[in-house]
């Protein structure tokens, strides 16, 4: 019974789930959480919260958490001491890199985890080992989009807030189902559609966010260049484009208008006749202000970070960026995923994107970490380590990530970790992938620490302690610190969070104004802010480019078709993506009631024609195959997607669609191709 039944707290923080960074306020009675509600004064969101923000509490206090230790002995996980178990984490690591060097050693940093966490992993890892395999999951996200963006714009960020879209005359969305995905970022496109703002989605699906649309363009899966460029032919033919932006502020319109003139029509590639492109080209070249805003159906992709550019060429070639209600805006995925890029869990930089290899910079902070030998070379990325467990990866340790069911090719995770000598997973639930490590680590969530999630407009929220973690468990950034001193080594005495974020400050010019203080106003602040008295960006590329020479570049891209297409043997494309009530592979929205119950099995779309040929019934169950492997799952028949075209989300552990996706990599961002292969569909029981 409480002590004190009528007493309720309400403790301020943030949404773990996407990145649009909702303030909430935790209920505590007794020590214990009883609820969420919305925290009304974080402009954010406004008091309103979707159905997973409303719920996020329920997983916090799961009889299934982890809370103690665990090591395999004998095939079978046993309790441990936290001693016992860092002992054994600190010597085997110390044991690989003695005997193998630095590249045996693979760190996976979670975007789950606050900020402090993922700087104090990174930092262990290259201090401790001299090692830059380190790298976190905006690899397998929106890695395109840093690629992309810097090299479009010189930073690889979103340019513009996300309540900016209504200050547009037209919002331009590409490979986003934001109404889904980012809730409370879909909110302000419909406010923006009650405003009168025009609104063009195309997605070759029609999702509930196309349902928004005034004007909705299917077009085949992975063409997106082909359509892009275009709609650039277009603008320039009808003489549409920012003569005088691109005069003053860009580069490379010759070589662009040279590629873009093979793309007058461009059916055969795309499926969109060319006066609907020409039309779509007009209204965003004619918009006083434009915004695109586009996701995973553009980056998760071989041609991803070219995808990307193609958007940066659009925006300049109109002059739509670096003011209010114009810009190119990637919706980033998770909680933190923009912060675990910025904090360096990145295999070639230290944080705020300073370059490894760049020799004055990894002096100053090897002078600023009191280290010597910081190592210069790229490291191996997520999947890359993937490929190199057993050689040269004997020993890897991932947090906060569940590689079994998020990574592609499935089959090939699992074998791959099998190969490992050591492997340490760090997470607040025992996942799929917990199955394949030697010790286990009970982080604590993040109802249960300080710290900051740095959420897709670039603004550093604030999360804070409400209650106690269950058992054993501890702040993932400790468990670095207690590491770091087994290991004796310096620059980890820190005693909080915010000792940590400190840290950070200390050598990143590009956060170094944002101290707690100021981070704790419900508004917060956007980076890059260099000092305490900087008020924060929160709009980029005002008057010049972040690039060296201020300018931005336009580049001349060809389209290349998808690694696999549909063929005689595999004659389905398939898609992959997410629907609103689940989060990832469900280790924590599947244990909120409501959330299971709206959906609680994995399920294939498959069109309504396609259905009828194979004589397959809406709710059956079906395998799917590909060249990697096969699952069984429930065909849902609709005309949400074209003939030949499947979609199936990511969520579902049994029924999981990665055993079928292709781990070909984009050579630019390394970015598996996770949107787009070739699978065949079979009945299991005649009719
Ligand atoms: N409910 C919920 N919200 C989430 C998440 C979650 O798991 N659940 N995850 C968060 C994360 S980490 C991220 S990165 C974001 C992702 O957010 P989104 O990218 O918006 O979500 P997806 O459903 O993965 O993909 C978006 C759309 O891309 C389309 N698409 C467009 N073009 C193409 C194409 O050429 N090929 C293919 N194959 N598809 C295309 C798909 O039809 C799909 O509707 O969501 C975040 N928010
Ligand atoms: N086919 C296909 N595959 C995809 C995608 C797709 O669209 N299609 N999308 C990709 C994308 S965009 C992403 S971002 C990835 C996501 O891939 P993952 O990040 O691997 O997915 P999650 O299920 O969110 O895993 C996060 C883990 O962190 C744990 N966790 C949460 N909070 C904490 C904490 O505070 N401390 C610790 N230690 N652990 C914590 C959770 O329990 C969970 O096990 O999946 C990718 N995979
Ligand atoms: S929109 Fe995103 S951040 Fe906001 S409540 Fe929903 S999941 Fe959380
Ligand atoms: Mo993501």
Same mark, same amino acid.
Request: one cysteine or more; proline letters at 8%; a negative charge.
């Given at each position: 019974?409480?002590?004190?039944?009528?007493?309720?707290?309400?403790?301020?923080?943030? !949404?773990?789930? +996407?990145?649009?960074? +909702?303030?909430?306020?935790?209920?505590?009675?007794?020590?214990?959480?009883?609820?969420?509600?919305?925290?009304?004064?974080?402009?954010?969101?406004?008091?309103?919260? +979707?159905?997973?923000?409303?719920? !996020?509490?329920?997983?916090?206090?799961?009889?299934?958490?982890?809370?103690?230790?665990?090591?395999?002995?004998?095939?079978?996980?046993?309790?441990?001491?936290?001693?016992?178990?860092?002992?054994? #984490?600190?010597?085997?690591?110390?044991?690989?890199?003695?005997?193998?060097?630095?590249?045996?050693?693979?760190?996976?940093?979670? !975007?789950?985890?606050?900020?402090?966490? !993922?700087?104090?992993?990174?930092?262990?890892?290259? #201090?401790?080992?001299?090692?830059?395999?380190?790298?976190?999951?905006?690899?397998? +996200?929106?890695? *395109?989009? #840093?690629?992309?963006?810097?090299?479009?714009? @010189?930073? @690889?960020?979103?340019?513009?807030?996300?309540?900016?879209?209504?200050?547009? =005359?037209?919002?331009?969305?590409?490979?986003?189902?934001?109404?889904?995905?980012?809730?409370?970022?879909?909110r302000r496109v419909a406010q923006a559609k009650k405003k009168g703002i025009e609104i063009i989605v195309c997605d070759p699906r029609y999702t509930p966010t196309a349902r928004l649309a005034d004007t909705y363009l299917r077009y085949n899966p992975s063409t997106h260049i082909a359509l892009i460029n275009s709609m650039m032919y277009w603008i320039i033919e009808e003489n549409l484009h920012d003569k005088a932006f691109i005069e003053e502020r860009v580069k490379g319109f010759d070589e662009l208008k040279e590629t873009v003139a093979k793309y007058a029509n461009v059916e055969d590639i795309t499926g969109v006749p060319t006066e609907t492109v020409k039309e779509i080209a007009r209204k965003y070249a004619s918009a006083k202000n434009a915004v695109i805003i586009y996701c995973l159906g553009i980056t998760e992709l071989t041609t991803g970070t070219d995808n990307v550019r193609s958007l940066g060429n659009l925006s300049m070639l109109t002059g739509n960026i670096g003011r209010p209600g114009v810009g190119v805006n990637p919706l980033r995925g998770q909680n933190n995923v923009q912060g675990a890029c910025d904090m360096g869990a990145y295999p070639n930089v230290y944080s705020g994107y300073q370059k490894c290899e760049v020799d004055d910079i990894r002096h100053k902070m090897e002078q600023l970490w009191s280290v010597t030998d910081l190592p210069e070379w790229y490291g191996a990325s997520l999947t890359e380590q993937i490929d190199q467990c057993g050689d040269p990866i004997k020993s890897m340790y991932i947090l906060g990530l569940n590689p079994v069911v998020t990574y592609p090719n499935s089959n090939h995770v699992m074998k791959s970790l099998e190969k490992l000598d050591f492997l340490v997973v760090q997470d607040i639930f025992f996942t799929e992938t917990c199955q394949y490590a030697d010790v286990i680590l009970p982080g604590t969530c993040f109802a249960e620490k300080d710290g900051t999630f740095?959420?897709?407009?670039?603004? #550093?929220?604030?999360?804070?302690?409400?209650?106690?973690?269950?058992?054993?468990?501890?702040? =993932?950034?400790?468990?670095?610190?207690?590491?770091?001193?087994?290991?004796?080594?310096?620059?980890?005495?820190?005693?909080?969070?915010?000792?940590?974020?400190?840290?950070?400050?200390?050598?990143? *010019?590009?956060?170094?104004?944002?101290?707690?203080?100021?981070?704790?106003?419900?508004?917060?602040?956007?980076?890059?802010?260099?000092?305490?008295?900087?008020?924060?960006?929160?709009?980029?590329?005002?008057?010049?480019?972040?690039?060296a020479d201020g300018k931005g570049t336009l580049f001349g891209i060809e389209y290349r078709p998808p690694a696999e297409v549909a063929d005689a043997e595999y004659p389905f494309t398939l898609m992959t993506g997410r629907l609103l009530f689940h989060y990832h592979s469900r280790s924590q929205t599947g244990r909120a009631k409501i959330l299971h119950q709206e959906v609680p099995e994995s399920y294939v779309q498959i069109n309504n024609e396609d259905a009828k040929k194979l004589n397959i019934a809406n709710g059956e169950k079906i395998k799917l195959s590909s060249r990697r492997g096969e699952v069984e799952t429930l065909a849902r028949v609709t005309d949400e997607v074209a003939p030949g075209v499947l979609m199936m989300t990511m969520h579902f552990g049994t029924g999981a669609v990665n055993l079928l996706t292709n781990d070909v990599r984009d050579p630019m961002s390394k970015m598996p191709e996770l949107k787009h292969c070739a699978v065949k569909v079979e009945k299991l029981t005649e009719a």
């Open positions: 019974m409480s002590e004190n039944p009528g007493k309720l707290e309400y403790v301020p923080t943030t !949404c773990p789930y +996407c990145g649009v960074g +909702c303030g909430l306020n935790l209920v505590v009675n007794d020590g214990k959480l009883v609820g969420v509600e919305p925290f009304k004064r974080t402009p954010v969101n406004e008091g309103r919260l +979707c159905p997973k923000g409303a719920t !996020c509490w329920e997983h916090v206090q799961s009889p299934d958490r982890l809370t103690t230790p665990l090591i395999k002995k004998n095939g079978k996980f046993e309790e441990a001491t936290w001693d016992e178990a860092l002992d054994l #984490v600190a010597s085997k690591l110390k044991e690989t890199s003695d005997k193998y060097g630095p590249r045996s050693l693979g760190f996976q940093v979670s !975007c789950r985890t606050p900020n402090e966490d !993922c700087y104090a992993m990174q930092k262990f890892a290259r #201090v401790a080992f001299k090692t830059n395999n380190v790298d976190n999951c905006a690899r397998i +996200c929106h890695g *395109p989009s #840093v690629a992309g963006l810097s090299l479009s714009f @010189g930073s @690889g960020a979103a340019t513009n807030p996300f309540e900016d879209v209504l200050n547009a =005359d037209l919002i331009f969305m590409i490979g986003s189902n934001a109404v889904e995905a980012h809730p409370l970022a879909g740095t959420s897709g407009e670039r603004r #550093v929220n604030r999360i804070r302690k409400a209650v106690d973690g269950p058992g054993e468990s501890m702040e =993932d950034w400790r468990v670095f610190v207690k590491l770091a001193e087994k290991l004796n080594l310096p620059g980890f005495e820190f005693e909080t969070a915010e000792d940590v974020w400190n840290d950070l400050r200390r050598v990143t *010019p590009s956060m170094a104004g944002l101290n707690y203080e100021r981070l704790n106003r419900p508004e917060s602040l956007h980076w890059p802010c260099p000092t305490e008295e900087h008020p924060g960006t929160p709009i980029l590329h005002i008057g010049k480019f972040s690039s």
